[in-house]
Nanobody
Framework: QVQLVESGGGLVQAGGSLRLSCAVSGGTFSNYAMGWFRQAPGKEREFVAAINWNSDNKAYADSVKGRFTISRDNAKNTVYLQMNSLKSGDTAVYYC????????????????????WGQGTQVTVSS
């Protein structure tokens, strides 16, 4: 059973930075493409960023491009989301997700493309 545990959320002022981590256990981490999503109150869960198994393919939502960076460390079974220049509109619960892809290039942007999800970590940006 694959388990994902996010950490690193919190309260930060606008313009500040946070780094989220997602530790994965129960599977061969390098066999999974990973993604970050977020969900604000009253809104649907939305795509933030994605990365393939060896980090040579990444994708970002337009709203975070240039401010957020996704990365992974296959030796540590962990995926990260570095968030800079945070805005109040980034306030949400952030979720990491995994999809079994083997050693392939594609990344995935849709919620229903992912097999496993973490419990989420709250990010609150104060203005």
């Amino acid at each position: 059973q694959v388990q994902l545990v996010e950490s690193g959320g919190g309260l930060v002022q606008a313009g500040g930075s946070l780094r989220l981590s997602c530790a994965v256990s129960g599977g061969t981490f390098s066999n999974y493409a990973m993604g970050w999503f977020r969900q604000a109150p009253g809104k649907e869960r939305e795509f933030v960023a994605a990365i393939n198994w060896n980090s040579d393919n990444k994708a970002y939502a337009d709203s975070v491009k240039g401010r957020f960076t996704i990365s992974r460390d296959n030796a540590k079974n962990t995926v990260y989301l570095q968030m800079n220049s945070l805005k109040s509109g980034d306030t949400a619960v952030y979720y990491c997700a995994a999809v079994l892809t083997g050693y392939s290039r594609p990344v995935y942007r849709r919620v229903n493309e992912y097999d496993y999800w973490g419990q989420g970590t709250q990010v609150t940006v104060s203005s």
